[in-house]
């Protein structure tokens, strides 16, 4: 798995665990909040930016309304859709 696919799983994992947590939608600040809390920090902007590579995946949604996110029903993060999304981002 390349630098950048692991990246973007491990904030498709942040975000899962959120979910898992009870949280049923989220912000960028939350991720990242969960992500130095688990030992695995990364900076604001990366999270935002892998926020947009799982939006684009159509793993979670933007709800324009509340600026929160919220997870699909039966999201499964792939490495394969991963690749191909960054290829046509």
Request: without cysteine; positive net charge.
């Amino acid at each position: 798995m390349s630098e950048q696919a692991r990246r973007t799983k491990t904030v498709f994992d942040a975000v899962t665990a959120l979910k898992a947590g009870g949280s049923t939608a989220f912000r960028p600040g939350d991720v990242t909040a969960h992500l130095r809390a688990s030992g695995a920090p990364l900076g604001a902007w990366e999270v935002r930016g892998e926020l947009t590579n799982l939006e684009r995946l159509g793993l979670i949604v933007l709800d324009d309304d509340s600026a929160t996110w919220r997870l699909v029903n039966g999201a499964s993060f792939s490495v394969e859709k991963a690749k191909v999304a960054r290829e046509n981002g």
